[in-house]
């Protein structure tokens, strides 16, 4: 009932907190971007609408130009032609038989030679659509592709051999089978008419066939994730802009110091964030419950998006806890929505073309909106990541949500240490928790950078990552060594720093052994697997905890304060191990 209250509470003050017009632009705001967004992932862009300009003499040359929407087309006689070719900013002119175009010396060559281009597929595009329009397929096309979508293997590794068809046995399993004849062989024994183009394209309509069923080779295309692209900015930016809403609000608090009334009531930290959020979660599911519904979309979207609201949502509650002012507010929460955006941007590029595209719930998304199944584990690989980093992010939030840390003006750092002491102070056997419960930070950033590093030469792509992954892993598990340093929470001796790399580093091992096996089986047999410790026990064991202890012996001996020379010294022992595993891949 707490909660409810707290709601309905910071319900009336958010609403209050922006006049009339305000509230109303903003909703016409999010109208137009929801429609906009809709109608250009069904009908797709124009910006190339008209962006060359020809001239040309053949009324009926420029009927086949105008049938491509890039030409802008002028039909005059001949003098008159030439003047505008060259005074007038045409990219070509078109006299009779002849094509004249501006030459390398001239400012527009450029635009110009992309002009003859375009022409030449526009005219290649009308003349097949010319083709099509007659009857006889068979004559019109004598070569047909036969299109049939293979399933790849699911795994960020090159396929097996083992993977490929046995055509051998294929063959003597169906030595005795009778033989399947083409269509049109089968129309021409049988003295039937081969079908129309009129006919295959109703057949196409009433039937399931895919686009790229049957195709001719030049309507050979890969699939464009430009619908990926569209439904990730329709589903992220209304999330994103009811977050602000969200940060705006606690950053209004502080300044103003309202929030001093809700410290001193009854209600705990948590009760109070909850409360606060509770509106905001409700307004963003009840959005993308109208938007998939819009879409024709199931409703277990709206589960697929709800942890992607709760990573968006706690962003933006802790950067207002952190940040001093609105100005650092607005660096604080731009940083993180790139981050947040690529990581969910980025994989969603991939989708129907490989396993890595399932990094985004963005992709289940585009599955289940074109009537794909979608299974457990995907769900799980998909949202677990977004499910733990939001419940780290509140619960690192909470821990702050004071009147020290809400009402005073220490820095982000100061901040960020003073929720990891709070973390120590709640919690038995801190370090060794502490490790597991910033893990799936480290996991997703990991993710993220397996992504970033698919679109570079794999030799690169792994030499890169390694070093990346060892630093994250490095700083997330010596973090906390260094808050009980820095802050004086225990007593900077030899033992303890034994004592707390031990911890942390098995704490860590522990985590990521129960995180990773459950989570990524898709990628345990790979090389990412291998850097991300998939596989072995008693080695990443040994590895997690000797490189934790140098980096404590090193905050031990030289202090806190090269405590990036610490971390750097035990990523490149981290490092070193996981090139040992993946050398075959690197060295050949």
Not at 253 to 277: F, M
Request: charged share 15%.
């Amino acid at each position: 009932m707490d909660l409810l209250t707290i709601s309905k509470w910071e319900f009336r003050k958010t609403r209050l907190s922006f006049s009339l017009k305000t509230r109303i632009l903003s909703v016409i705001i999010l109208i137009l971007i929801g429609v906009t967004s809709f109608f250009v992932s069904q009908s797709g862009l124009h910006i190339n609408d008209n962006i060359y300009k020809v001239v040309l003499t053949d009324p009926e040359l420029a009927k086949v130009l105008r049938t491509d929407n890039k030409f802008d087309v002028f039909v005059t006689n001949k003098e008159n032609a030439k003047d505008l070719f060259e005074l007038k900013g045409f990219d070509i002119l078109i006299l009779d038989s002849r094509i004249f175009y501006h030459d390398s010396y001239s400012y527009d060559s450029e635009k110009s030679i992309s002009a003859l281009d375009a022409l030449d597929k526009a005219i290649k595009k009308y003349d097949e659509a010319r083709l099509l329009s007659y009857n006889d397929l068979n004559d019109t096309f004598p070569v047909w592709l036969n299109v049939k979508n293979i399933e790849r293997v699911q795994a960020f590794q090159p396929v097996s051999l083992q993977t490929l068809p046995q055509f051998e046995k294929i063959q003597e399993n169906t030595a005795n089978a009778p033989i399947e004849k083409p269509a049109v062989e089968k129309a021409v024994e049988e003295n039937t008419q081969l079908p129309s183009i009129k006919d295959f394209t109703e057949l196409k309509k009433s039937s399931s066939l895919q686009e790229q069923t049957l195709a001719t080779p030049s309507h050979f295309n890969p699939p464009i994730p430009f619908k990926s692209v569209v439904l990730s900015f329709i589903f992220i930016f209304p999330i994103y802009f009811i977050a602000q809403f969200f940060s705006s609000s606690i950053m209004e608090e502080r300044v103003k110091r309202k929030g001093e009334l809700l410290l001193v009531s009854p209600l705990s930290s948590y009760e109070i964030v909850l409360g606060k959020l509770l509106p905001y979660l409700v307004i963003t599911l009840v959005m993308v419950a109208g938007m998939t519904f819009k879409l024709g979309g199931s409703p277990w979207i709206i589960l697929i998006l709800l942890p992607v609201s709760l990573m968006f949502l706690s962003t933006a509650f802790f950067g207002a806890i952190i940040a001093r002012s609105f100005k650092e507010l607005s660096f604080v929460l731009i940083f993180l929505s790139v981050f947040l955006s690529g990581y969910i941007f980025f994989p969603a590029m991939f989708a129907n073309i490989h396993a890595i595209s399932i990094i985004s719930p963005i992709t289940l998304v585009v599955k289940m909106l074109e009537n794909e199944p979608v299974s457990m584990s995907e769900y799980l690989f998909s949202t677990t990541p977004f499910y733990l980093v939001s419940s780290l992010v509140f619960m690192f939030g909470i821990f702050i949500y004071r009147e020290e840390d809400l009402f005073t003006q220490k820095s982000i750092k100061g901040k960020l240490l003073d929720s990891i002491q709070e973390f120590i102070a709640r919690v038995p056997t801190p370090l060794f928790f502490l490790s597991i419960a910033l893990l799936p930070l480290a996991f997703s950033i990991q993710l993220m950078l397996i992504v970033l590093m698919f679109n570079v030469p794999l030799r690169i792509g792994i030499l890169v990552f390694i070093a990346c992954a060892a630093l994250i892993e490095e700083v997330v598990k010596s973090v906390g060594i260094y808050t009980v340093f820095s802050k004086k929470i225990a007593t900077v001796s030899t033992a303890n720093a034994l004592k707390f790399g031990i911890l942390s580093g098995a704490g860590f091992f522990v985590g990521e052994k129960v995180l990773l096996l459950v989570v990524i089986a898709s990628i345990a047999g790979s090389v990412f697997g291998s850097v991300m410790g998939i596989g072995l026990l008693i080695f990443p064991l040994l590895l997690h905890i000797s490189s934790t202890t140098v980096a404590s012996l090193s905050m031990r001996y030289l202090g806190t304060r090269n405590y990036l020379s610490s971390i750097v010294l035990a990523s490149i022992i981290h490092a070193a191990y996981n090139l040992y595993l993946v050398r075959g891949v690197i060295f050949g």
